[in-house]
Every structure is written in structure tokens, then in C-alpha cells.
């Protein structure tokens, strides 16, 4: 019977388990999380409403569906991180207000490489009182308030900071308003939702590291236990490598990346980039010349750029006197409707790979026999022929994939010299002191536009296959990158801004609601970038293995007088 009502005064949160809480209307979420879920193992720290991602401090107004967001979320782990780090920032701020922090790249066993400028690193006992304060703060559950400001007065307050370039990159932006969070005296825009709390960041520590420190932070597999401290001095050495390339061509964050863009420098910024790139790929070469092995495995998580780097390896090679021949180990992936029979859904599985006609071939090939290569084609997910190949008895294989560097690849007792090579997209260009660029973030844009524009892949597909990715690469790829006598960094410091025009249009595409926020997410992110066209990359960069326009794709090394690549 339909009758008139009155205006409730209370809201309805549905949790996914069918439970419905009520409250007034205006309660915030925090405390309807808190009643579903009372005494968490792993806490909540953000909630999707209708669909939405809000913070806890966020009032409910309307009956709604509420999901709470956890730290073992890939969302929660980022606010939790991002939280985390405002935490830190602000206890720096206080202990040390002459001190310039910069949150500089992360570490593979769970944390943020930091050290501080302006000043000596800190020394031991100067980290153990900032920790202190930090669990002070953790145990007193300091609130995180948040003040929405028209952009103008948001940048005037954090130049006045301190933080000039974030308050330039913000005049810059097309929002009107800026979310500012505060802790004390101290106040802060990390690019994204915050905890409502100082409560909720427990699980932390902080150690010196090589001249600084590292904030160390659980992984959202385990998130409430914070793994032992490594050293890993290959990667440690990338990062340091690239930390001179940023200064060498002068550019330090994002802001000075579009400045170069304003100013006219963005060609030297390209040209310079690529260099360096050519360089680094040169002095391999000369290593792999100097140990002289019969293969060389090539391997990294998805969107790396291995195929662009393993054939300008052979180039430099080829400069040598070598005799290089590429392979990808991509073309022996199974055909789709054989991984659907073994019950595989992607080719981030060791699994999906036809080990034993790779072991095979391999075998003829160093003993000099002819074989025909396969050819995997990723539209129609079949496997055809592809090249014949017959080398001589001192030629080199490049054996590059995502999984060149587990021990399954190679056959068992293989007695033959290797060298093994790790690729990966390590971007040490931050947003700005306190906000890092994640490595995967630029790994996923690479994919999505490579996906539209060679793989017949929307971006929605991609989006859904990612978590496959990262599940596979954590199992079958990361483990084995200790294993590599040399690493590779194919990030571009001006990668992003060249990507931005070209994947916005793939995300705005984005329909299905749980990977419309992951698509909105990238979006605020891509925002901050000045858009290029990228003109004047070169056609053998890493990053038109991605963008098209190279010239590398079809590319196979030359014949020699004994060793041919034939077409079948």
C-alpha cells in the first residue's frame, strides 16, 4: 500500500555478507565498518560505496552498499603506504624542519628507500627517534583531518613548506579544489585517499640502508608481518645508475619533466634518455663478449620492453663480432584451446609454456642442426611455423621471456655456459619528494597500449588480466631476479608523458565497474603529466615496442656464411 512517508533520520550500510547495519544519518563509515568488522585481523582502511572508493572519514548519507577496502586489497595496501608515508613526512617535519625528505624508490622485500638532503643522513640514533615518534603517534590515534582548498590557497600553504614544484604542479592542474590532510602542524597532498587515523599504520619499522633509510611496510600477501631486510646490491645499483641519469639530465619529479616540455628541452630530455639506454646496453654487451656463453636468458615481468632491449643487445653484439640470434620465448606458448584443455588461463604461468619443444630445440640448435622455429600469434592464440634456423658452432642464442631466468627453462644438466640477463621498468621518476611512481603502474599503461595496438586487447581486458599478471610474475618471475648477472632498467624518464595521449583515450573506455575504478585511478594519476606527442623518439627505443612506429619488430640479425635464419 503506498502511502505518504517522512524523511528518515537514520542510513542503511549493506555489507556483502547481507548483513545491514543502521545508523544516523551522517555517521561515518569508520564507525560501520568498525561494528561489521570489530577487532580485524587485518584492518579495513577505505570502503567502496555504491561502487565508489571513499575514506572512512567519509559521512554516509543514503541507504547504500558498502565494501569495506583492506590492507590485503591492492587498493588498501596504497593508501596504507601512502598514509604511511604522510606519517613519516610529519615526523621528519617535526624532529628535523631543516631536513628535505625524499621518498626515493621501493624494495623488494616491502618498503621505500629514503634519505634526506639539505643535511647529513640521519644517523642511527636520529631514526630511532623518528620511529619513536611515529609509534607515539600510532599508539595516541592522532586523527588525519582533511580540509578541502580552492587549488590557489592549497599551493600557497605547501609552498610556504616548503614544497615549491608540488605547489607549481598543482597551479597547473584543472581541479578547482585540493584535498590538504594534516597531523599536527603539519600538512600534506600525497595524490590520493588517506587513512582517518594514525591508528591504523601499525605495522612499520625504520632502518638505515646504504647512506639512508628504508621505511619498511608489510606486502598485502602478509599484512601484518614485515619480511627480513636484504641487501640486493644489483638492483641497489640500478637504482643508484639511474639516480645519476635523473641528475645528469636534470630532471628530478614530474614537474621538471613537463618544465622541460614548456621550455622546449623535451627533445635533448628524449635524445639524452636514449643515450643512456645505449650506453648501458653497450657496456653488456662487452660483459657478455668478455665471459663469452653460449646462451644469454633474457627475462622480467610483463611490458619490460625484453624484445626491443634483447635485439639491440644483438646489435651491440653484432659491433663486436659476435654472432647473436634472438629468440622469444613467447613463441613457444601453448595454443589457447590447449592451455583451456590443462585448465590455464593466462601466460603468466611457467605452465603455459611448451618446455619440453624448447628443450629440443635448443638441444639441435647448439649442435648445430637445422630446426623451424614456432611463431605464436596473440590474436588468434594459435602457434605457426615461424623461421628456420641453423647456427654455427660458435654463434649465440638470446633467449628472452618472462620466464627465461627460472630454472625450468633450461634442461636439466645443461652444461653450457649462461649468461642471464633481468629487464624491468625500475622508474625512480617520482610525482614529487614524498609521492613515488610505482614501477607496475608504468608496466600496466605500457601493456595497455601495447595491447590495443598489436593484440586486439581492450583496455578493459587488460585490466582483467592484470591481477593474473602480478600473481604470476610474484610466483614465476621475482623470485628468480637475484639469479641475474646484470640488470636492466627500460624506464624513460619522459615515458609517461608520450603514453598519457595515447592509453587516456583506452581508459576512458572502461565500462565494468570494479575495474572502472582501477581505470580512474590510473587517469588521476596520468593527469599530472603534460601530454607529448613523442615525435622524435627514435624508432629503436624500448618504448615503440609499445607506441609503434620502430623498426626493431621485424628485425632479425643478418646472415654469415655458415648460420642462416631462413623464412619457411
Not at 543502521?22 to 579495513?44: I, K, N
Amino acid at each position: 500500500m503506498i502511502q505518504l512517508g517522512k524523511p528518515r533520520d537514520t542510513v542503511q550500510a549493506i555489507f556483502p555478507d547481507g548483513r545491514i547495519l543502521e545508523g544516523p544519518v551522517g555517521t561515518r563509515l569508520e564507525e560501520f565498518v568498525a561494528a561489521a568488522y570489530p577487532d580485524p585481523v587485518v584492518p579495513a582502511v577505505a570502503a567502496l560505496v555504491d561502487g565508489e572508493l571513499l575514506e572512512l572519514s567519509e559521512p554516509l548519507r543514503r541507504d547504500a552498499e558498502v565494501r569495506p577496502i583492506f590492507l590485503t586489497d591492492s587498493e588498501g595496501i596504497r593508501i596504507y603506504t601512502r598514509s604511511l608515508s604522510f606519517l613519516l613526512a610529519a615526523a621528519v617535519a617535526e624532529l628535523f624542519p631543516q631536513a628535505r625528505l625524499i621518498i626515493d624508490h621501493s624494495v623488494p622485500f616491502g618498503g621505500y628507500f629514503c634519505r634526506v638532503t639539505g643535511r647529513p643522513p640521519f644517523a642511527e640514533a636520529e631514526l630511532m627517534q623518528i620511529e619513536g615518534l611515529m609509534q607515539r603517534w600510532v599508539k595516541e590515534d592522532h586523527p588525519i583531518e582533511k580540509e578541502l582548498l580552492p587549488v590557489g590557497e592549497a599551493s600557497r600553504i605547501l609552498a610556504a613548506q616548503g614544497f615549491p614544484r608540488k605547489a607549481a604542479l598543482l597551479s597547473s592542474c584543472n581541479a578547482t579544489m585540493i584535498p590538504l590532510y594534516r597531523l599536527g602542524n603539519f600538512r600534506e597532498y600525497l595524490f590520493g585517499p588517506m587513512v582517518p587515523s594514525t591508528r591504523y599504520l601499525r605495522y612499520f619499522r625504520v632502518h638505515p640502508y646504504h647512506g639512508g633509510f628504508i621505511l619498511q611496510f608489510p606486502r598485502r600477501e602478509r599484512p601484518t608481518d614485515l619480511a627480513p631486510i636484504e641487501d640486493y646490491q644489483p638492483l641497489w645499483q640500478v637504482f643508484e645508475e639511474y639516480g645519476r641519469w635523473l641528475e645528469l639530465l636534470g630532471v628530478y619529479d614530474v614537474w621538471t619533466v613537463n618544465e622541460a616540455i614548456r621550455t622546449g628541452r623535451m627533445t635533448e630530455v628524449i635524445l639524452v634518455s636514449e643515450a643512456l639506454h645505449e650506453q648501458r646496453i653497450a657496456e653488456i654487451a662487452r660483459t657478455i663478449a668478455e665471459r663469452v656463453p653460449k646462451i644469454v636468458l633474457i627475462a622480467g615481468p610483463s611490458s619490460s620492453g625484453k624484445t626491443t632491449f634483447t635485439k639491440r643487445l644483438a646489435i651491440q653484439l653484432l659491433a663486436l663480432g659476435l654472432r647473436p640470434y634472438p629468440i622469444s620465448l613467447d613463441d613457444y606458448f601453448l595454443p589457447r584451446e590447449e592451455m583451456a584443455r590443462r585448465g590455464l588461463t593466462d601466460f603468466d604461468d611457467v605452465s603455459a609454456v611448451d618446455l619440453p619443444l624448447f628443450h629440443e630445440q635448443m638441444a639441435k640448435l647448439l649442435c648445430g642442426e637445422e630446426v623451424i622455429l614456432p611463431h605464436f600469434d596473440f590474436p588468434s592464440g594459435q602457434r605457426r611455423e615461424g623461421l628456420k634456423l641453423k647456427l654455427d658452432t660458435d654463434s649465440l642464442l638470446l633467449v628472452e621471456g618472462l620466464h627465461c631466468l627460472n630454472p625450468l627453462v633450461l634442461p636439466k644438466g645443461c652444461g653450457m655456459p649462461v649468461f642471464r640477463i633481468y629487464v624491468s621498468a625500475l622508474t625512480q621518476l617520482n610525482l614529487d619528494d614524498h609521492v613515488r611512481i610505482s614501477t607496475t603502474d608504468t608496466r600496466l599503461i605500457r601493456r595497455i597500449v601495447r595491447d590495443a595496438a598489436f593484440r586486439g586487447y581492450p583496455a578493459e581486458q587488460t585490466l582483467a588480466l592484470w591481477s593474473n599478471v602480478r600473481r604470476g610474475e610474484k610466483r614465476f618471475v621475482f623470485p628468480y631476479q637475484g639469479q641475474a648477472d646484470v640488470m636492466f632498467n627500460s624506464a624513460l624518464v619522459y615515458e609517461w608523458n608520450v603514453l598519457r595521449p595515447r592509453v587516456e583515450p583506452l581508459l576512458l573506455q572502461v565500462r565494468h565497474p570494479r575495474l572502472r575504478l582501477e581505470a580512474e585511478r590510473l587517469l588521476g594519476m596520468l593527469q599530472w603529466f603534460t601530454p607529448y606527442p613523442g615525435e622524435e623518439v627514435p624508432a629503436t627505443s624500448i618504448l615503440r615496442e609499445f607506441v609503434g612506429g620502430g623498426v626493431l619488430a621485424g628485425y632479425y640479425p643478418s646472415p654469415f656464411e655458415r648460420a642462416t635464419w631462413r623464412r619457411v
